[in-house]
């Protein structure tokens, strides 16, 4: 009778099931409460750090382009056929040259230090995905005497304009023995405003067209660099580490997984330190349902031996409590997984709710680089949540399987 696992599992789930002990029944529950809370965390959390990491890395890659070729200083105004020859020997669909500088915008009373990018229109929305948050062709080749700029929506709000206002930007100026020679002032005009959801662009970044950045910087023809768009994203690194090979004179490539390298690192670590910390919450409910089982075989002593009096033998009672474990593991993730995706399902709508209800900001853009709280889930990660927590709660059923195991008469004549 007993060589069929049925019977484990029924006697398991028998001594599982709520009885007139309250306080064993209390304690099963909570132990299944605290598995269930472990898992809901733990894919929270991981959902939540994916979707970060899928989010800078996508806003990234659409704007900044696959490789970025950096010029030095001294950068000839033969830019165009110098990347002609790198980037011939490698398949590419397109590049866009830019200038690139610091300086500080002003309007009104308030001055920010700010980026100041300037591209060619057609071709930078052609190389990034700068097309999905304004038409540059629209806005910056519309003639007008004054310079045109588009700026970041969050920069637009810290200095109070809107379009077809004016601001100042104030760049440095040396002289020919490269000492500092004083600021210059160009007015600008605020042609549109854009938002991307990244806190390096909506905050700090003004884009005008590669001409009126080469005057604006006093560059002549020169470009700061060039942004390098893959057919596969995914040959970046090599491709990169192809030029740097060759000991170009002026010019460095950069792949995108470089950018924001020291980001990308941090919450790697991050999401291994969470999942251990997460996994010490449902180990510590484990240990609970240790306790309460460690008590349940001492109150079913007599019932124990009675199976091994009829043909039990020690591996079956093992089994018992070992299945035991397995359904509270099992049942754990059945109530904790479907849960958790539904939180993340919803958190935006939550953390809004918990901004509204405070009036603090829960997503600080400037720390976490993007304004909203992405979710990305995966069925690996769900996976591997499952599968860790049925392994330690089978884990924390070890014990009193074997204390359970090792129950014989004189057991039961002592209790």
């Known amino acids: 009778m007993f060589a069929n696992n049925k019977v484990s599992l029924f006697i398991a789930i028998r001594l599982l099931r709520p009885s007139q002990a309250v306080a064993r029944s209390i304690g099963l529950l909570v132990s299944l409460v605290g598995v269930a809370i472990g898992v809901i965390a733990l894919v929270v959390t991981l959902s939540t750090m994916n979707g970060f990491e899928r ?37 590419i669909a397109g590049f866009s040259p830019y200038v690139r500088s610091g300086a500080m915008i002003s309007s009104r009373d308030v001055v920010i230090s700010v980026s100041v990018e300037g591209v060619v229109p057609e071709i930078e929305q052609r190389v990034t995905n700068i097309g999905n948050y304004i038409a540059l062709t629209d806005t910056l080749l519309t003639e007008s005497p004054i310079p045109a700029v588009v700026i970041g929506e969050k920069l637009a709000e810290k200095l109070g304009v809107s379009t077809t206002q004016l601001v100042t930007l104030i760049t440095p100026r040396w002289n020919q023995e490269g000492n500092f020679s004083g600021p210059e002032y160009q007015l600008l005009k605020v042609v549109g405003i854009f938002r991307t959801g990244m806190s390096q662009y909506d905050h700090r970044l003004v884009i005008t067209t590669l001409t009126t950045a080469q005057n604006l910087f006093n560059v002549g023809h020169s470009i700061t660099g060039a942004k390098v768009q893959l057919d596969d994203p995914l040959a970046a690194p090599k491709v990169s580490a192809a030029i740097n090979a060759l000991v170009l004179e002026n010019i460095h490539a950069v792949d995108w997984r470089q950018y924001n390298k020291n980001f990308f690192l941090a919450l790697s670590s991050q999401k291994k330190l969470m999942f251990i910390i997460l996994l010490m919450v449902i180990a510590i409910a484990g240990s609970s349902a240790t306790i309460n089982m460690l008590i349940l075989v001492k109150r079913n002593s007599t019932s ?35 849960l958790g995706v539904l939180i993340v399902k ?70």
């Open 55 to 91: 989010d800078v890395r996508d806003q990234v890659l659409g704007m900044s382009g696959h490789i970025n070729l950096v010029f030095d200083r001294n950068s000839s105004n033969d830019w165009e056929n110098e990347l002609g020859n790198v980037l011939s020997k490698y398949e």
């Open 304 to 338: 124990i031996v009675l199976l091994k009096t009829i043909g039990a033998t020690k591996s079956v009672i093992v089994k018992i409590f070992l299945i035991q474990g397995l359904v509270i593991g099992f049942l754990g993730c059945f109530i904790g997984i479907p």
């Open 346 to 415: 919803n958190t935006q709508a939550l953390v809004s709710l918990i901004e509204q209800a405070t009036g603090f900001p829960l997503i600080d853009p400037e720390v976490y680089l993007i304004d909203h709280l992405p979710h990305l889930i995966k069925i690996t990660d769900l996976s591997i949540i499952g599968l860790s927590t049925i392994c330690i709660t089978v884990l924390a059923a070890a014990y009193p399987a074997y204390k359970a195991g090792g129950t014989n008469f004189s057991d039961k004549s002592d209790a």
